[in-house]
């Protein structure tokens, strides 16, 4: 007589945990990949700088050299070239010319504030490093000054590593 084994509903156990982990792992693995194919679709980020250099004879008389970066997906929607016509732009900020001045002063702005449509969807941030000469004390100097994110920083170095670190 052959012996056939018959399993009880008490001794048939499946191993729900197991199951569980696996399903896990693989929701995890799907929203993984998913973020990665996504991330992949959207253009990277590009970054430009700009440079510029002038003197103003306004109520705050000064020298003002600025270099400024601008880190977008959409930097053709920026109009890069419009400033070019008073100013300097590269991709890389060894190409552009050094800034010199005796006070230093950083602002960082999300480009939608710039937008002049209501409806503006472009992305990205801008970073300027301003180095300043002032002429003379002015009344107006201090209003001026806190209208930077960073004002008066207390070195060249420092202002140019917080360039390097605007993303």
């Given at each position: ?35 990665v194919?996504?991330k ?37 929607q ?15 900020l ?23 449509e209501?409806d ?37 170095d ?10």
């Amino acid at each position: 007589m052959s012996r056939v084994k018959v399993m009880s509903a008490g001794k048939n156990k499946f191993n729900w945990k197991f199951v569980g982990i696996w399903l896990a792992i693989i929701v995890i693995l799907y929203f993984i990949a998913s973020f990665v194919i996504e991330k992949n679709k959207q253009p990277q980020k590009e970054t430009v700088y700009c440079y510029f250099n002038v003197s103003l004879e306004d109520s705050i008389p000064r020298d003002e050299c600025g270099i400024l970066k601008i880190v977008s997906r959409d930097i053709s929607q920026i109009g890069i070239d419009k400033f070019n016509q008073f100013g300097q732009c590269s991709k890389m900020l060894d190409e552009l010319q050094k800034c010199e001045g005796e006070v230093y002063h950083f602002s960082k702005y999300d480009l939608k504030e710039f937008c002049s449509e209501p409806d503006c969807n472009v992305d990205g941030i801008i970073c300027s490093a301003f180095f300043i000469k002032y002429h003379n004390e002015s009344e107006y100097r201090k209003v001026y000054e806190e209208s930077f994110t960073e004002p008066n920083i207390v070195s060249k170095d420092i202002l140019m590593k917080r360039i390097d670190r605007c993303k």
